[in-house]
Each structure stands twice: as structure tokens, then as C-alpha cells.
Nanobody, 123 residues
Framework: VQLQASGGGLVQAGGSLSLSCAAS????????MAWFRQAPGKERDFVAAIRWSGGGTSYADFAKGRFTISRDTAKNTVYLQVNSLKPEDTAVYYC?????????????????WGQGTLVTVSS
């Protein structure tokens, strides 16, 4: 399984970004996919998850309202749309895949990780 995250960059506060995670190597119909983020010197935190089958979603409290996770099953790609970016959103954003398909918020539930994409928000 390979997960390739992309779409990060330098954005001004108030701007938007769309991150992508291209998945390959197997069929993901029973999986859940998620985005986590890790700010400098901080732990890796859950952002949002989506069940590949059915598309059910869950979000961390801080992500509700500004972050939207979605997937394109035909392209095997998961997206994270982030609006109204804040400097505190600066982090490396990682996508992850969970075989169990639950969409857990726990890092240790995820079996595969992408390499991360850096989002920097300037004030």
C-alpha cells in the first residue's frame, strides 16, 4: 500500500488549501482513510476520517466547520479542503489508511501512512 500526499504550501491567513492523498496497492473498499497533522514540537493529531465505503465522516473538534474530508473512489484519492486558514494550522499533514474501516481518531489504529505534506500559514 502506498499513500502519496500532496497539495501543501505557503498560504496567507484566511486562505484555503486542498490536500490530496492518492492511494494505491490494493482495494480500499473496506478501509477508512484519515488526515492527521503534526505541528513543530507537537504530537501528531487527528484531523478527520472518512469511511471508504459509504463515505461516513468524523472530525476533530477543532476541524469542524473549516475542514472537509472527501474521497473519489474512482481515483482512489482522499481530499482535505481547509478554509479560513489560521497560523496555528501550520503543520505537516499526513494521510493514513485503516484496515478496520472504522475511521478512528487514534494514531495507533492506522496501518499505513503517507509521507506528509507541509502547510505553512503566514499571518
Amino acid at each position: 500500500v502506498q499513500l502519496q500526499a500532496s497539495g501543501g504550501g505557503l498560504v496567507q491567513a484566511g486562505g484555503s488549501l486542498s490536500l490530496s492523498c492518492a492511494a494505491s496497492g490494493r482495494t480500499f473498499s473496506s478501509y477508512a482513510m484519515a488526515w492527521f497533522r503534526q505541528a513543530p514540537g507537537k504530537e501528531r493529531d487527528f484531523v478527520a476520517a472518512i469511511r471508504w465505503s459509504g463515505g461516513g465522516t468524523s472530525y476533530a473538534d477543532f476541524a469542524k466547520g473549516r475542514f472537509t474530508i472527501s474521497r473519489d473512489t474512482a481515483k482512489n484519492t482522499v481530499y482535505l479542503q481547509v478554509n479560513s486558514l489560521k497560523p496555528e494550522d501550520t503543520a505537516v499533514y499526513y494521510c493514513a489508511a485503516e484496515r478496520g474501516g472504522y475511521g478512528s481518531s487514534r494514531r495507533d489504529r492506522y496501518d499505513y501512512w503517507g509521507q506528509g505534506t507541509l502547510v505553512t500559514v503566514s499571518s
